[in-house]
């Protein structure tokens, strides 16, 4: 049970972080196909690939919700849990997909 809370509190936190990572513009890497460079910055350019780096700092978040919930003995419902974690990968979605049609 303590290996299904902690991989809950992993994909919450995978949620949270990808989330905040495209919303605020964290500072991310980023590979650019035109000139074939990758850089870390906030400001990328036009034609720039930030998905690299939004998924680092949203395993990173997961990796470590994982390694702290594995430790904890916590005692929230795993069901508490499940909806939040879906939730927030609900969530992230609704945001991106909202992002590409804003687009059109």
């Known amino acids: 049970m303590r290996e299904i809370r902690a991989a809950l509190w ?7 972080a990808y989330l905040v990572a495209g919303a605020l513009r964290l500072p991310t890497l980023v590979y650019d196909p035109v000139a074939h460079a990758t850089r870390f910055t ?7 690939i930030r998905y690299y780096g939004d998924l680092l700092w949203a395993c990173g978040a997961g990796v ?3 390694a702290l919930a594995s430790r904890s003995r916590g005692s929230r419902p795993v069901s508490a ?13 609704a945001f991106y997909l909202s992002r590409l049609f804003a687009r059109v």
Do not use: I, K, M
């Open 64 to 66: 470590c919700a994982a």
């Open 42 to 48: 906030a400001n990328p350019p036009l034609l720039s």
């Open 10 to 16: 992993a994909v919450s936190a995978f949620g949270v």
């Open 81 to 93: 849990l499940t909806g939040a974690a879906l939730s927030l990968v609900a969530l992230d979605v």
